[in-house]
């Protein structure tokens, strides 16, 4: 009978990575805990409709990445592409936008079927971020101060550029997309083949188009910043203010979209140049109008989400992971004969109370000296705590080194975790 595999795309994490991942999310929440941003969890599953309303009948995801289905009742659901809307849907629904300002931060996985690739899935996490009722260019500010202190603490501040853009209003954007749908429609048989649909449907998307053919026809195409409204532009000169006065550094790129038809006004964009055409780790922007678009009140909004795959996947190219995120246990505690098994345990326990986050793992399942050695050895351990039937009379253990030259020694079992404690400390 054939094994059972995992759907293409969609990964197993196994315990030899989640330590990498514990400690890329440890660092995030911490982070986000320093900014007052508060956790919120949705569920995987929401109605089909909620998308098609918040990022856009005519997006890719929409049309072709999202995995939807009919359950029992005939009605349409579908497997969260993104947070965003779920995020928004659930603070309305539950009356956290009502007169208040909100900072909210989500995890979790997201599912997209299209090509998988390195760094890409069909099942895929994000990190989100989402602000609520802030009008002003200083949350914007904040939100890439705070993705700027991230990369620091990660080590990555030399390998991330920032891109920022304003795609202004949604009555902006529709006077320049009418323009630029007029330009490019002269050039329709010399566009890609991706272009060609999105002349139609999503003429903006076509500013990101990596085809070198588009790309020249673009360069005398009309720009979307000289097409922008008062107010955005405004709110655009004020938020480069802020990150110049910040030190944030960033590149203003006129051709800056994002995917989703929710965003106007500020979109950003972080880049790694580490990990070939991959190369967005984090991205996001304003979403003014979407709360009153789903059903809420007019409610200003700004956010971004950063892919957990890819940033582990940069973490690992760039050798940033510290060696101290290994899963490796400190303390390794024998049982050498039956009449051991219970004081063995017993003295783990004791260990766990009186060493407050330190690993120690206990023998199990029998074994000769030699055996639970290697095993000690294998669990990356740096003490073997030995305890046979002659250290069990005599009331001591045997302490190992097994990271170092140190000689093996014998000491009382009381005094074992006073030991253990001193030795960490160097």
Request: proline share 4%; hydrophobic share 35%; charged share 25%.
């Amino acid at each position: 009978m054939a094994k059972i595999q995992a759907i293409r795309g969609m990964n197993d994490i196994l315990p030899e990575q989640t330590p990498t991942w514990q400690y890329l999310e440890a660092t995030v929440r911490n982070l986000l805990r320093q900014y007052g941003y508060q956790e919120i969890r949705m569920p995987i599953v929401e109605q089909t409709d909620l998308f098609k309303r918040s990022i856009g009948e005519v997006t890719d995801i929409v049309e072709k990445e999202m995995y939807t289905f009919d359950d029992r009742n005939g009605d349409s659901l579908t497997l969260r592409p993104e947070g965003t809307a779920g995020c928004v849907r659930a603070a309305e629904e539950h009356g956290l936008l009502f007169n208040q300002t909100r900072r909210l931060w989500y995890s979790g996985p997201m599912f997209r079927h299209e090509r998988p690739q390195k760094g890409r899935y069909r099942q895929f996490h994000q990190i989100g971020v989402e602000c609520f009722g802030m009008a002003g260019p200083d949350i914007d500010a904040e939100l890439l101060m705070l993705t700027a202190r991230l990369w620091k603490t990660l080590g990555l501040s030399g390998h991330t550029r920032l891109e920022i853009n304003s795609i202004g209003s949604a009555q902006s954007r529709k006077v320049y997309r009418d323009a630029l749908v007029d330009y490019l429609s002269g050039y329709a048989s010399e566009l890609d083949p991706d272009s060609q649909r999105r002349l139609t449907t999503n003429p903006l998307r076509i500013l990101d188009s990596k085809d070198p053919g588009t790309r020249s026809i673009l360069e005398n195409a009309p720009r979307l910043d000289d097409y922008l409204d008062d107010d955005s532009r405004a709110h655009f000169d004020r938020l480069r203010e802020l990150l110049d006065a910040a030190g944030v550094s960033y590149t203003v790129n006129p051709a800056l979209v994002r995917g989703l038809d929710y965003y106007g006004k500020t979109v950003f964009e972080w880049i790694t140049d580490s990990l070939g055409a991959q190369g967005t780790v984090c991205a996001g922007g304003r979403y003014d109008g979407l709360v009153e678009q789903l059903g809420g009140k007019p409610t200003c909004a700004v956010g971004f989400a950063m892919g957990v795959e890819r940033l582990i996947l940069l973490l690992e190219t760039l050798d940033l992971i510290p060696d101290s995120v290994n899963g490796d246990a400190d303390v390794y505690v024998t049982a050498m004969g039956d009449a051991t098994v219970a004081p063995a345990l017993a003295l783990a326990e004791s260990l766990r109370d009186q060493l407050p986050g330190r690993v120690v793992v206990t023998h199990c399942g029998g074994g000769s000296f030699k055996s639970q050695m290697k095993k000690a050895d294998r669990s990356g351990a740096r003490y073997a705590v030995i305890l046979g039937e002659n250290e069990l009379a005599n009331g001591t253990v045997g302490l190992k080194p097994l990271r170092s030259e140190e000689p093996q020694r014998e000491l009382p079992r009381t005094a074992l975790a006073q030991a253990l404690a001193a030795a960490f400390e160097h």
